[in-house]
């Protein structure tokens, strides 16, 4: 198995509470008393209404701990309900997901996401940038001018390549249990690969798999060299199901 920095990041979505912090710590026990840590990055992106708690009550080097959208703003103003990637800095996020289906569903446009790329840049935040086709756009053999749009109409040139990592999350999969082609998927993550290259000059973007990834099919993902991590929902609100993903890939 390749010595290549792995990412195992963590979606909770909607989800826990404050004795929540549990799961973590039992993450946090087997990453102390794991070997070889040096290829792997934990991250678990939160609820806001965790990260303080979290942050203040986690004291590890194994794991960083991530916010999962933020608006696009900077720094406090008249938006109800709202919360800024200045103020998710100050409570402890190292990491934020955007562009996720699930916001973008909800309303996140490429300019809307444009700003909170910005807005998240600015506070020095690691940005996990979401892009996924749907299931009618993959029938239809859109996947690769799908994937295209998504990134150049959200990202430029000018941002800082080295806070940006792509996940890819085919939403046809998001929550399903199915899963694409390995080879499939192979020539998706080189296209985004490719296709970042163009607006980074060259700089290569690492680039994450994500959907209905679990404990019984992440060993499947190990013969794709090309992925450099996974981005993980439902699994990763068990301690067990994280753990023995991490594991399994190891096998």
Avoid at 18 to 39: D, E
Avoid at 113 to 142: D, H, M, P, W, Y
């Amino acid at each position: 198995m390749t010595n290549k920095l792995k990412y195992f990041i963590g979606n909770w979505k909607m989800f826990g509470v404050f004795n929540s912090f549990k799961i973590i710590n039992k993450i946090n026990k087997y990453c102390y008393n794991s070997r070889n840590l040096h290829n792997k990055k934990i991250v678990l992106c939160v609820p806001n209404t965790l990260l303080d708690f979290f942050s203040k009550k986690l004291k590890s080097k194994y794991i960083s701990l991530g916010s999962q959208s933020c608006h696009y703003h900077e720094g406090y103003g008249p938006f109800t309900g709202s919360v800024s990637a200045f103020m998710l800095k100050k409570i402890g996020s190292e990491y934020i997901i955007l562009g996720h289906s699930e916001n973008r569903r909800e309303g996140d446009t490429y300019d809307l996401l444009r700003k909170k790329v910005i807005s998240a840049l600015n506070q020095k935040l690691n940005i996990i940038f979401c892009i996924g086709e749907t299931l009618s756009e993959k029938n239809k053999k859109k996947t690769h001018n799908i994937l295209r749009k998504q990134i150049k109409d959200s990202l430029s040139k000018k941002f800082n390549y080295k806070k940006i990592i792509f996940a890819y999350e085919p939403v046809w999969s998001i929550g399903t249990n199915k899963i694409p082609k390995i080879n499939e998927l192979r020539e998706t993550i080189k296209f985004i690969k490719k296709e970042s290259k163009k607006i980074f000059k060259n700089k290569n973007l690492k680039v994450l798999y994500g959907g209905s990834v679990n404990p019984k099919n992440i060993r499947s993902f190990s013969s794709v060299a090309e992925i450099d991590g996974f981005l993980i929902g439902g699994a990763s609100q068990s301690s067990k199901k994280f753990i023995d993903i991490i594991k399994n890939y190891y096998k």
